[in-house]
Structure formats: C-alpha cells, structure tokens
C-alpha cells in the first residue's frame, strides 16, 4: 500500500536518552491535530530542541518504507515538511519493519521505517554490500497500550502479569497458565471468562518487541489469534468481551480501554497516555528507527538531509506529540543529527 523491554532496568532503559540513537557497529544491539494539540505540543517538548531553517529550491524525490505503526506520525512529518516545499514527492510504502533494511539497502526506498530492534545478520548484510553499516536514527517512541474491551473492569497488570497472559514459558516466573479472568481478582458475571490473547504476525515490530521487552525471548501461547495489522487486530478485542492484546498509544479507540501497568509487583499502576508515562513511569516504551544509508565519506542527498533535520527538530517532534507518539529530547535529536554529518558542528 503507497500514500503521498528483559529485566526491570532493561525495561525502563528504553527510555533513557542515551539509547536513542543506536550505531550498528555496537551490536551484538494523519492528519493535522487540531490547535490546541499543537499548543499541547509545544508545551511537552524540550526547549532545547533545534529550530528548523527551510533552505530555497529543494527539488527531489523521496522515498520511505517499512513500519506500519511509524508510518503513521512518518505522514505527519510529511505534511509539516511539504509545508515549506510544496513542490516535492514524497511516498511511504508501508511493508513492515521486515522490509526495511533490506530495501534501504537495495535502493527501493532512501529512509526504512522500523519498530523492531535490527537483527544482526541485517546489518551484515548491508554492511557486506555497502562496505559500511546502515545508520539507525530514532526520532521517536511509542508507548505500547494493552488493550482490554472497553467493558473489561480489570485495575492493572504488571509485566509478569502481561508475560503469563501471552507466554506459554511465563519466564518472568508468573503463574503459568494464565486461562480465566478470575485469575486476576476479576469476580461477577467475568469470573469464568476465558482470556483470548491476540497479536500480530511473528515478525512484526510490535510482536518482535513484547517478546523481546516482556516474555524474554520466550515464546507466545499457541492459541494467540494473530492478525495481519493492528486495526483488525484491536476490532477483534472490541467485539469479544473476553479479549486482551497490544498496540500503540496512537490506536486508542473508545472501544478498548488501555490496562495502566506496573513494572513489578508493589508500584503504582501507570496509564500508558499519564503524565507520569510522559516522565518515564510506563513500562512498556519502545524506540521506533529510521534506517538510513549513510556513507560516511560522502555528503546524503539535499532532500534526505533536510526531511531529516526537520523530523528532528522542534517542528518535527511536535508532529510527533501531534501524532500520538512520544517526542525525544534535545540531546540525542543533536546527537542523530550529528551521526548523519548533521550537527551543529557541520
């Protein structure tokens, strides 16, 4: 279709600035809101980030491709930048993060689009083609919602708790068979009600992520129903009562309700769109990944150089707030922006 977190620290290290943005080399790791978003916006970013400054007789073509979930605030940053250049084309090919690199690498598209960690035999792989690594940029982040039907009466999960509904290991040392609500304290008429767990298909971000972030690598319960995208999926969850499943800040429907969550046993519960979320408290944050090819000893195109300054400057993060996703910080918006021969140094 075109259109123009393992242990605790390691959970709430996916906020931390530090790890946003990620060199390959280390591994082995809508519309317009109305005004008063925009105000909103502007009210929750850094005020450090940097300004964007247009540049005269920007021409070109250019391409995205990957995620579903960061095609969705990729579309905002593509109305706020063709407000300076009318005159541009820009398409996303929405294919899933399994496509993202490759086709980078390849030439199909000039910026993957992924919300998944890149595997190491991607970067490889590029790196054997290009002689050089793919550069991983993140410009935003998404807090991952567990959705409930909206009628559901549950208080809050913990990541144990969220482990021993999906896995069938339960590595965090949950109970290991989680099949009614009653488990959870849930009585009345939802006592005996079967928990239907749902998901997306195995090598999409999102799945890729709560395996990763939460079961531990362990494997999914053979009866989860998987679904081809997140809208089918979370329609599924708002026709059946019994229903539990995943997906960005952005779905949220009044159909669902999102579960607040808790890192462990004792803490508060955190509702994923809180200010306490917006401060690092929600457990479940993952980063979503530009994927540029970069040579370092050659200058990137006008047009990539500038999508990319503007997505990482203070326009582009209120697009991001705009969209339904988590802004970044001044400090790795500089740091991205320098690892692309960007910076404020250049």
């Known amino acids: 279709m075109r259109f123009s ?15 946003l943005f990620i060199p390959c080399g280390l591994l082995s790791a809508a519309e317009s809101a109305p005004q008063q978003t925009r105000a909103l916006a502007k009210g929750s970013l850094d005020p ?35 407000r300076f250049y009318p005159n541009i084309k820009i398409s996303i090919e929405v ?12 030439s199909k598209t000039h910026i993957g689009l992924l919300s998944r960690t890149i595997y190491k035999t991607e970067v490889d ?14 410009p935003c982040l998404e807090r991952t919602a567990i959705y409930v039907h909206k009628d559901n009466p549950i208080t809050g999960l913990t990541v144990a708790q969220i482990d021993a509904i999906f896995s ?19 009585r009345e008429d939802w006592a005996g009600q079967p928990i239907v767990v749902h998901g997306r298909t195995k090598d999409t971000g999102s799945q890729v992520f709560l395996r990763q972030a939460v079961l531990l690598g362990g494997p999914f319960r053979d009866d989860i129903k998987t679904h ?8 599924a969850i708002a026709k059946d009562r019994s229903s539990i499943g995943f997906s960005g800040l952005s779905y949220a429907s009044p159909h669902l309700r999102a579960v607040p969550l808790a890192f462990v046993e004792g803490e508060e519960f955190v509702a994923v769109d809180s200010p306490q979320a917006a401060r690092g408290r929600y457990p479940l944050v993952r980063q979503l990944q530009f994927v540029v090819k970069h040579n370092p000893k050659e200058k990137m195109p006008s047009i990539e150089q500038e999508f990319i300054k503007y997505v990482f400057s203070r326009l582009g993060q209120e697009d991001v707030v705009k969209a339904g996703f988590q802004a970044i910080p001044a400090r790795p918006a500089h740091i991205a922006l320098d690892a692309v021969g960007l910076g404020i140094s250049r």
């Open 228 to 235: 081809p995208s997140n809208i089918e999926m979370l329609q």
């Open 95 to 106: 294919n899933g993060s399994r496509q993202a690199v490759n086709d980078v690498s390849d």
């Open 168 to 186: 069938s290991e339960c590595r965090r040392g949950g109970e290991k068979y989680c099949g009614t609500w009653k488990q959870f304290g849930i």
């Open 5 to 19: 977190l393992p242990l605790v620290a390691t959970l709430r290290a996916a906020v931390c600035t530090a790890m």
């Open 125 to 138: 792989t590029f790196r054997k083609n290009h002689g050089f690594n793919p550069t991983m940029l993140t």
């Open 48 to 82: 450090n980030l940097p300004l964007y400054h247009p540049v005269e007789n920007l021409g070109g073509e250019l391409l995205l491709g990957g995620s579903n979930t960061l095609s969705h605030v990729a579309s905002v940053w593509i109305d706020g930048f063709k």
